[in-house]
C-alpha cells in the first residue's frame, strides 16, 4: 500500500491497513500536544506468527516517510536498527521464520516542529535457551547463520574470525535446519556490517563482536570434563550480554537528547505461544500476553464504557473476556505459580519434580489449572487455562532456567580480556541479589511497560494467522 494514500486520512477512509494505525496514532499524539502526559502507543499484539514484527517495520517506515524534515540520517538509523536486532534477537520457529524472540517497546521521539529527533528502545526476555539448544526444524538466531554464510563467501573472513561450515557445530547441527527458503544468509550478513557502519559501530569492535559469535560456537563443541557443564551457561552469557551491549549502543546512537517528552511507542512483544512442547520460555512469553490482554480491555472495553456512561450515552455493553482469575493463579502472592518457581531454586534440593508436585497440591481444584486425566504424566507436566486456550507445559528445565546463573568468576576473565569489546560486556552484569531469579527480574521489568503504555492514547494493531499460513493485518 502506498503511504501517502494513508497520510492525512481518518482511521475509517481507507482500507484497513497498519499505515491508518500508524497515521491516526501520529495526528492523535499532535492534536494533544499540549496535554501533559498524552503520549500515544501502538500495541502489536497476535499469536506467534502472525505478523507482528513485520508490522512494526510498517509503523516505523511511515512514520519517517511522513514527518515533515526528518533527517533522512535519523530515519535510516532507525529503520538500521531493526536490522541488528533481527539478527540477533530473531530466529526460525516452526511457526514463523522470522520469529522475534525478545520483547521490545520503542519511543519515536518528535521535537515541536514534528521532527523526528530519535529513538529509545527497551527490550524483554531475550530467549537464551535456544542459544544452546533447538528444536526439529529450528534454528538458533539468525546472525550465526549469517556469519557462518558470510564467512564461507570470504576466505579472509573465515580465517580472521575462525570459522567453519555450520555443520561443523553443535548449536547449529542438532536440529536439522540450517537454510531458510528464500533467505540468503550471506546477503543478510552484508545488510549487518552496512547497519553497524551506519550505527557507528567502530570496526574493532565489530570484529569484536563477530569473534564473541564465534567463540560461542566452538564453546558449544567442548566436551572436556567440567567444561561440558559450565560451556551452556557461559554461551547464554556471552550472547545475553552481546545482545545488551548492542541494544545499549542503539539507544546511544539514536538517542533525542531532550526531546523525549513527546513520543509514539510502538509495542512489539511475543505472540501467545502452545507449541507441541512448551517449557519455560512459553510461560513466561504468554503470562506476557495475559497482562497485554487484562491491559487492553481495561483500557479499551472497560474504561471507555465508563465514559460512555458518565456522558449520558446510549450505547450496547461490549462483553468482554475476564482473564483476572487466570493472572491471579500466575502471580498473586502469596501462593501463585511464578512464587513457587522462584522459591524452589532458593531450595538446596530444588528441582522440576518437586516444583510440579507442589504446583499439583496447591491448585488442583482452581479452574484454570490443569492437572491432567493422564495419571502417566502428571510428573512431567501441568497446563494453564489462557485466555486463548489450553495450553501444557513440559516441566524439564523450568528450576534451572530460571536461576539464569552468573558466573562471577567468567566475569573476572571477561575484564581482563584484551579484546575491547568483551571486556566492555562486564557493564553488563547483573548485581547479584539472593534469591532473585529469572522470573522475578522479567516481572519488574515487564511492569515497567505500564507508564509507556498506559497513556490514555493508544491504538492496537491485531495481526492473524489465516488457514495456509497467510498473515492478515486486522
Not at 552496512?194 to 567463540?215: C, E, K, R
Not at 455493553?317 to 502472592?333: G, M, R
Request: glycine share 8%.
Amino acid at each position: 500500500a502506498s503511504v501517502r494514500r494513508y497520510e492525512g486520512k481518518k482511521l475509517a477512509e481507507e482500507e484497513p491497513h497498519v499505515f491508518a494505525v500508524a497515521e491516526s496514532a501520529l495526528r492523535a499524539l499532535q492534536s494533544s500536544s499540549k496535554l501533559v502526559g498524552q503520549n500515544q502507543s501502538c500495541v502489536i499484539s497476535g499469536e506467534s506468527g502472525a505478523g507482528k514484527t513485520e508490522s512494526t517495520k510498517f509503523i516505523l517506515q511511515y512514520l519517517c516517510s511522513v514527518t515533515s524534515g526528518v533527517s533522512t540520517w535519523v530515519e535510516q538509523q532507525i529503520l538500521e536498527a531493526n536490522t541488528i536486532l533481527e539478527a540477533f534477537g530473531n530466529a526460525k520457529t516452526i511457526r514463523n521464520n522470522n520469529s522475534s524472540r525478545f520483547g521490545k517497546f520503542m519511543q519515536v521521539c518528535f521535537d515541536p516542529s514534528w521532527h523526528i529527533k530519535g529513538c529509545v528502545m527497551q527490550d524483554y526476555l531475550l530467549e537464551q535457551s535456544r542459544i544452546t539448544f533447538q528444536g526439529s526444524s529450528e534454528r538458533n538466531y539468525h546472525v550465526f547463520y549469517q556469519l557462518v554464510a558470510g564467512a564461507m563467501n570470504n576466505r579472509e573472513l573465515a580465517d580472521q574470525y575462525k570459522i567453519a561450515p555450520h555443520n561443523s557445530y553443535s548449536y547449529l547441527n542438532q536440529s536439522g535446519c540450517s537454510q531458510i527458503e528464500g533467505m540468503d544468509d550471506a546477503a543478510k550478513f552484508d545488510a549487518l556490517r552496512l547497519a553497524f557502519n551506519v550505527l557507528h559501530v567502530p570496526q574493532d569492535i565489530a570484529d569484536g563482536i563477530y569473534s564473541t559469535i564465534s567463540a560461542i560456537l566452538w564453546l558449544g563443541n567442548l566436551q572436556v570434563g567440567e567444561a561440558r557443564e559450565n560451556r551452556h551457561a557461559m554461551a547464554k552469557t556471552l550472547y545475553s550480554r552481546t545482545f545488551a551491549w548492542l541494544v545499549d549502543h542503539i539507544n546511544k546512537c539514536t538517542n533525542p537528547g531532550q526531546d523525549q517528552s513527546r513520543f509514539l511507542g510502538v509495542l512489539d512483544i511475543f505472540g501467545f505461544e502452545n507449541f507441541d512442547v512448551n517449557s519455560f520460555e512459553q510461560l513466561c512469553i504468554n503470562y506476557t500476553n495475559e497482562k497485554l490482554h487484562k491491559f487492553f480491555n481495561h483500557y479499551v472495553f472497560a474504561l471507555e464504557q465508563e465514559i460512555y456512561e458518565q456522558e449520558g450515552l446510549k450505547f450496547r455493553h461490549i462483553a468482554f473476556t475476564d482473564n483476572s482469575v487466570c493472572l491471579e493463579l500466575l502471580e498473586k502472592p502469596p501462593r501463585c505459580v511464578l512464587k513457587l518457581i522462584a522459591e524452589e531454586c532458593r531450595m538446596p534440593k530444588g528441582s522440576d519434580k518437586s516444583y510440579l508436585m507442589k504446583l499439583h497440591q496447591e491448585f488442583e481444584a482452581h479452574p484454570n489449572y490443569i492437572k491432567g486425566e493422564d495419571r502417566r504424566k502428571w510428573e512431567i507436566q501441568f497446563g494453564i487455562c489462557h485466555y486463548a486456550g489450553e495450553v501444557i507445559y513440559s516441566v524439564a528445565g523450568f528450576v534451572e532456567k530460571n536461576k539464569d546463573a552468573q558466573q562471577d568468576v567468567f566475569f573476572e576473565l571477561l575484564a581482563q580480556s584484551e579484546n575491547d569489546f568483551v571486556g566492555d560486556l562486564t557493564r553488563f552484569q547483573v548485581p547479584r541479589v539472593v534469591g532473585r531469579s529469572c522470573v522475578i527480574r522479567y516481572r519488574g521489568r515487564r511492569q515497567k511497560l505500564s507508564p509507556g503504555t498506559g497513556s490514555r492514547g493508544g491504538c492496537e494493531e491485531r495481526c492473524k494467522v489465516e488457514e495456509g499460513g497467510k498473515r492478515r493485518l486486522l
